[in-house]
């Protein structure tokens, strides 16, 4: 890129919802109770692993890993997002713009590998449970968990500067109301071809192999929990993985609908929908899918808060 190319563009100015003022209105309130909900949701699970003796296992490990990537993840984009819906300026600077892009790619890209984590996390339990303590210790938990967020981060880094290398000749409206990348992208003057094949290979690894692998290894729990001879066992355990499932399927569901069909030079008003269910939507259902709904939660969540209590 040359360096003239790059002042050319020194911010960019994302369109959003500006076309449907009312819209606008309607989504600043329904953003900002979710937003608010995934915020104390996620906060309040990050807490309670942290506090009660009773949730220092590995899945809890791993929930709260989700829940703060979820806070960290809504966070890159959804406050700027509230401010631009109720203001006429809705720009971002260059650099502004490329942070945001390479912290949700990390961030969202982190999840699919934890998601896929808690899954194998989950088998172990369930179909492997006198080995599990041994197979799933503190350190390969930690192992795992860190691998997944320097793995991610370095592949977002990656993928942010080919597409912010790239000339944009003087193109700033993104038709997102996020510095996303395949929104960005569609600006670029020069070829993409180079950003396009990384975005495409980074999203095959990230979401159909994870995705895959979830699905056996819920199958095999599955087949576990229908030899289980208790009824009672059988339908609490069906209840937790078909909750699981849902939350998984609508997020692998709507970002593999973004990243891996078929790209096109015009901007959809369904792709700013879809970031909206993968990336407001599922982080304000996982703290009550994956934690709020369990038992061990609310007795923990009752104890942290009668002993806040009684030190008053």
């Known amino acids: 890129m040359e360096p003239a190319n790059r002042t050319e563009v020194s911010e960019f100015y994302l369109k959003g919802f500006s076309g449907y003022p009312a819209l606008e209105q309607l989504l600043f309130a329904l953003c900002s109770a979710m937003y608010l909900v995934t915020l104390l949701g996620n906060a309040a699970m990050v807490v309670l692993s942290l506090l009660d003796a009773r949730l220092h296992t590995p899945m809890y490990f791993f929930l709260g890993h989700l829940s703060l990537l979820d806070i960290c993840y809504t966070s890159t984009f959804v406050p700027l997002m509230l401010v631009h819906l109720l203001s006429p300026r809705k720009t971002i600077s260059f650099t502004g713009c490329a942070i945001q892009m390479c912290l949700s790619l990390s961030t969202g890209s982190t999840e699919c590998l934890l998601l896929a984590i808690m899954a194998y996390d989950r088998y172990l339990a369930i179909c492997r449970p006198l080995r599990y303590p041994a197979l799933m210790s503190r350190r390969l938990c930690s192992l795992l968990a860190g691998a997944a967020w320097a793995l991610c981060l370095l592949k977002s880094a990656s993928e942010t500067v080919l597409a912010m290398r790239l000339p944009f000749c003087g193109h700033r409206v993104v038709s997102h109301f996020t510095c996303e990348i395949l929104a960005v992208l569609k600006l670029a003057c020069g070829d993409t071809s180079a950003s ?77 929908v879809f970031t909206v269910l993968y990336a407001v939507v599922t982080p304000m259902l996982n703290p009550i899918i994956y934690s709020l709904r369990n038992k061990e939660v609310r007795e923990a969540a009752r104890k942290v808060w009668g002993q806040r209590r009684a030190c008053r």
Do not use: N
């Open 196 to 272: 396009e094949a990384f975005l495409l290979v980074g999203a095959v690894l990230l979401l159909p192999v994870p995705l895959a692998l979830i699905c056996l290894s819920y199958t095999l729990i599955l087949a576990t929990i229908l030899r289980a001879p208790s009824a009672a066992g059988r339908r609490k355990a069906f209840s937790t993985c078909s909750a699981h499932l849902a939350v998984v399927l609508l997020f692998y569901g709507t970002v593999i609908f973004m990243y891996m069909k078929p790209q096109s030079k015009e901007a959809r008003i369904s792709d700013e």
